[in-house]
């Protein structure tokens, strides 16, 4: 499946390995803030990618995985395990929005990778993506709370046709 501007979903796609500086409870919390802003009928969903270097990842997903059923996010939130190359450039080419929650990262080189896929990045609002990455209202947003987040990823979901196109061809 090839990466193109057309074709997306109300998908929330999280990239990063499960380190405690993700903040992956953060991006819970934030889906959950959304379910609530969320009109009836209205659903998206969110995956959480990533990669686990030993048995400390693996147990901060399944801490991920408790949030989310303690938070009831069962069906609008998964975690995907060493996602294979062609699933992730998959899951690039179909959502809306990429959400990035670590504070203060250097760079956020997932960040530019959103960007170039049409995928529009709610970003920590600090590091790298605020000064160097990120120019609101014109290719993301960012973010610090789980309300913010949520309100930020809320305004992409929403956008059709022409304003999207607009923050993805700025972003890329």
């Keep these: 499946q090839g990466i193109g501007l057309g074709g997306r979903e109300a998908l929330i796609v999280s990239v990063g390995q499960f380190r405690p500086e993700k903040n992956h409870a953060l991006q819970v919390e934030a889906m959950g803030e959304l379910q609530k802003m969320l009109g009836r009928g209205e659903t998206a969903r969110m995956l959480i990618v990533g990669s686990c270097r030993n048995e400390e990842d693996e147990g ?3 801490a991920v995985q408790k949030h ?3 938070l009831k996010l069962e069906s609008c939130v998964e975690v995907r395990v060493n996602v294979s190359w062609p699933d992730l450039k998959g899951l690039f080419g179909t959502a809306k929005v990429g959400l ?3 504070r203060n990262e250097h760079f956020g080189i997932n960040v530019v ?3 170039a896929s049409g995928v529009l990045p709610v970003s920590h609002n600090s590091g790298g993506p605020k000064s160097d990455i990120v120019k609101v209202g014109e290719t993301g947003y960012l ?3 789980a309300v913010e987040y ?3 990823m809320a305004k992409v ?3 059709r046709g022409g304003e999207l ?5 700025a972003g890329r």
């Design 100 to 102: 990035h929650t670590m």
């Design 60 to 62: 901060r997903v399944k």
């Design 165 to 169: 196109s607009r923050m993805q061809q």
């Design 68 to 70: 989310i059923k303690d």
């Design 143 to 145: 973010a610090e709370t």
């Design 113 to 115: 990778e959103f960007m």
């Design 150 to 152: 949520a309100a930020c």
């Design 157 to 159: 979901l929403g956008m």
